[in-house]
């Protein structure tokens, strides 16, 4: 019996905008994908809903990200000029730059690390991770442990500008 998704929604929605956040890196992007995650939800009617629009919401951020790289690509080609770069506050600069340090130290982690570091954060159990992922149930605890370690490497390295290889 499908779970009520109602219920799902009022338990997952949260985790789920985190979860996409951290995959779109904007807040209304990543709010308007978790409501149309569960509007199809509504139409499928998946038996583990929780896990369904984790796996549907994750599909939809990479399909999000590829549109946008072709935007991108398209744009640059239609336009030879420079972008006028506004100055903003040095708070804010230094927000910026703790964020891109944060996504440069995720993207510098193997898929895998990235996924299962992702999916914990957003509150799914080591069984629904392993679900998604493919790994053993056993391995979740291990993947993660490694992949904190692995994270905060990367974010250390890219204060001082070092270089970490993904493990």
């Known amino acids: 019996m499908p779970e009520d998704l109602a219920d799902v929604y009022r338990?997952?929605?949260r985790a789920l905008v985190r979860f996409l956040y951290?995959?779109?890196?904007?807040?209304?992007?990543?709010?308007?994908?978790?409501?149309?995650?569960?509007?199809?939800?509504?139409?499928?009617?998946?038996e583990n809903a929780r896990g369904w629009l984790f796996i549907v919401a994750a599909n939809m951020a990479r399909d999000d990200a590829r549109r946008a790289a072709r935007e991108r690509r398209h744009l640059t080609l239609l336009t030879a000029e420079p972008r006028d770069a506004e100055l903003a506050a040095e708070a804010a600069v230094e927000a910026e730059s703790d964020r891109a340090r944060v996504r440069a130290a995720l993207a510098?982690?193997?898929?895998?690390?990235?996924?299962?570091?992702?999916?914990?954060?957003s509150g799914l159990s080591y069984d629904e991770i392993a679900a998604q992922t493919g790994l053993?149930?056993?391995?979740?605890?291990?993947t993660l442990?490694?992949?904190r370690r692995r994270l905060v490497q990367a974010y250390e390295a890219g204060k001082s500008g070092e270089h970490v290889a993904r493990g």
């Open 108 to 121: 510098a982690l193997s898929p895998r690390d990235r996924e299962v570091l992702l999916l914990w954060d």
């Open 11 to 13: 338990t997952t929605y």
């Open 145 to 147: 442990s490694r992949a």
């Open 136 to 142: 053993a149930r056993g391995a979740i605890g291990t």
């Open 22 to 46: 951290r995959k779109v890196w904007d807040a209304e992007r990543a709010e308007d994908l978790a409501q149309e995650a569960f509007a199809r939800a509504l139409v499928h009617k998946p």
